[in-house]
């Protein structure tokens, strides 16, 4: 009996104690539980706040890289704005129908010797006695280059954009007004129909070939002293590759740029007409150009351009003459802050194209007047305010090709300065040194300078 009494209370002892033990584990269970949902609340609120952190860092990258990108581009658009790089063709906008913009510009000229014009001097007429006295000295000033123009979007032909360019200045001199009566010019006038990568232009337009210029004298453009291309009634045909190269070809008006007519008034017949148009075909011009990735771009481009010319009286036996160039182009930043451009070329018969200085024949042996030339300008892009530059130019005809009194080299080398006040508002100041040759180995040399004041609109 006593050993079942001593059993039963030593089981109650044990199923006490193991009671007591499930209690114990409960409560760390419930212990580890809350510990648990606190954990878990926590991570919830940390990753909460992660999700907005990393939302206010997305949030100001985003700004960030707006701001950059905006500051990029306006670096990018002063930066070739300031360059003059301006390809073969003028960009026209797209937006409202009609987009007026252009400047209102003030020049003044100081030359040291007597140029063919003091305004728009293509040579320095020689210093003989005959033709001019030696330091005969020249000022003028004008407004001739104040620009308006006009960028017209017409919506769509098809599935391509229609848009259009008129351009006037008042560059034109007439025989007649006074100084202070300039006359209006058409610089630009085309329409152009666009689709992704290809475009098509008809109207006045730049030259294809030669699409560069020196930022130094903005009458003339260097044209006839080793800067070739100008302005002309042209159809032309632009097209962008899969990579970095471009196409671009033209037909235009020969004979629209110096009017030329070498036998004007001469037998056999009464009736005249101009050579280039006489030859009965328009020129052709043709430039590839491979353009570098990354935000300095390197631009090189080659070109060529061949037309007709046609007279009525014979020279040297022959009535046709054929006029021609080859050429290249090349824009290299060096840097961030300097920029190479320029070109170099050949040409015959290039009085139409601005080259060989102005001269097409020799109308006493009827050869086609033959040369090289060039030029190569280096800009400092200081700040947003200051842009300095200094450049050479040359034209250089084959001698033999030449009259006796032909131009056989004209020489410029030239610095300038632009200082921009405000967005809108900017002044600069030009010095060229200018020297010309003759066949007669007399020459003109002399020093233009030329301040002028610009307020875009």
Known sequence: MRMRVCLLLTFLCLAEAAWAGDGETEERLRQLEEQNREILERLKQSEGKNTKLESEVD?????????????????????????????????????????????????????????????????????????????????????????????????????????????????????????????????????????????????????????????VNSE???????????????????????GSITIQVALGLQGAVNNQDLDAGAPPFTSTERDGFDA??????????????????????????????????????STDFLSAMAGADFTVPIGPKFVVRGEVWWAQAGGDIRANAGQTINTATGDEIQGWGGWIEIKFLQNEKWNWYAGTTVDDPENGDLAGTGTTENFTAYLGVVRMWTKTFRTGFDATFWETLYGNTTRGNAIRFNFYAVMDF
């Open 59 to 215: 949030r100001l990258r985003t700004i960030e890289n707006q701001m950059l990108e905006q500051d990029v581009t306006q670096y990018l658009d002063t930066t070739r704005a300031l360059e003059g790089a301006q390809p073969a063709g003028t960009p026209t906008k797209k937006g409202a129908f009609v987009t007026i913009y252009g400047f209102l510009r003030f020049d003044a000229y100081y030359n040291t010797a007597r140029f063919d014009s003091v305004i728009i001097p293509t040579r320095v007429i020689a210093e003989d006695g005959v033709a001019a006295d030696a330091n005969d000295d020249q000022f003028a000033m004008d407004v001739r280059l104040t620009r308006i123009g006009f960028d017209f979007n017409f919506g769509k032909v098809g599935s391509s954009d229609a848009t259009g360019k008129l351009e006037l200045d008042f560059a034109n001199f007439p025989s007649g007004p006074s100084e202070s009566r300039p006359t209006p010019r058409i610089r630009l006038a085309y329409t152009q129909i666009e689709s992704g990568k290809w475009w098509i232009r008809l109207g006045q337009d730049w030259d294809v070939a030669s699409p560069l210029f020196p930022t």
């Open 280 to 317: 009965g075909w328009p020129n052709f011009e043709i430039r590839g150009a491979w353009t570098s990735k990354g935000e300095r771009k390197i631009i090189v481009g080659v070109w060529g351009y061949i037309g007709g010319n046609e007279t009525d009286t014979p020279f040297g036996g």
């Open 220 to 242: 003339t453009l260097m044209w006839n002293a080793g800067n070739p291309g100008d302005r002309r009634p042209q159809a032309e045909f632009f097209w962008k590759g899969s």
